[in-house]
């Protein structure tokens, strides 16, 4: 096994702040989309950790990090190593608590995640991953045409039987990517509570479909550092 800390424990909180032009408690339209950029740019670190090892992106500023990878035998032995020939999966415990930004939208970000890649065993072609965690982004700020709003978030995720190829192309090729996110509107001394889930599918490229609250967006995994990656089904053709 193989170990590092740097970090502490994250602490997980919620609560939707009132901001400087408020929104409608009831605006479910405006909570789906600012819901789908925070879900979104959550997939598109959980694909950046299984292609490439990061956990986070570029967006983000870490302020404490936790991570114990365990390396296991088709046994399930941990091994000292990793071993190409005989490691048959790996886990990856993580904690990170982080600033992260975007057009339009920053926040303090705390999540844990457990995943797990099988399938290494001998000369793989593919590799599948399993995972779960959760989140939290406090003080989760959005500003566009619309107002500005400024968020707190809890949830938990988890990565599906979702399948990479070994290769050229970093895309997974199936699988899903869920979240359950909990919203509370704190407006003066209401509080409203808000539920979504969300489901970002993947197949094989980089624009996937994500649907929240029943309405489709679509997510493109390949956003650059800084830009939003989603945008409503269709709505990129009229750009």
């Known amino acids: 096994m193989w170990k590092t800390r740097t970090g502490g424990a994250l602490a997980m909180t919620l609560a939707l702040a009132a901001c400087d032009t408020p929104i409608d408690p009831g605006s479910d339209d405006v909570i789906d989309a600012d819901v789908a950029i925070v879900a979104g740019s959550s ?4 694909v950046s950790f299984i292609t490439s090892g990061q956990g986070m992106g570029s967006d983000a500023v870490p302020h404490s990090r936790n991570r114990t990878v365990t390396f296991l035998d088709a046994d399930g032995n941990p091994q000292d190593r990793y071993d190409p020939l005989t490691t048959a999966s790996i886990r990856t415990v993580h904690e990170i608590a982080a600033e992260v930004s975007r057009d339009g939208w920053s926040g303090s970000l705390h999540r844990t995640s457990d ?3 099988s399938g290494l065993a001998g000369h793989e072609t593919t590799r599948l991953w399993n995972g779960a965690g959760t989140e939290s982004v406090e003080r989760s700020a959005h500003s566009d045409e619309r107002g500005s709003r400024e968020y707190d978030l809890n949830g938990s995720w ?15 090729l199936s699988g899903n990517f869920t979240h359950d ?5 704190t407006r003066g001394d209401q509080t409203h509570t808000r539920e979504r889930h969300v489901t970002i599918t993947f197949n094989g490229t980089s624009t996937v479909p994500m649907i929240v609250n029943g309405e489709t967006f679509e997510l493109d995994l390949a956003t650059r550092p800084g830009r939003v990656p989603v945008f409503r089904f269709r709505e990129r053709d009229r750009r």
């Open 115 to 117: 995943i797990a890649v």
């Open 181 to 185: 996110i909990t919203v509370t509107v």
């Open 158 to 172: 988890s990565l599906n039987n979702v399948v990479t190829p070994v290769g050229d192309s970093p895309w997974p």
């Open 43 to 46: 997939a598109i670190d959980a």
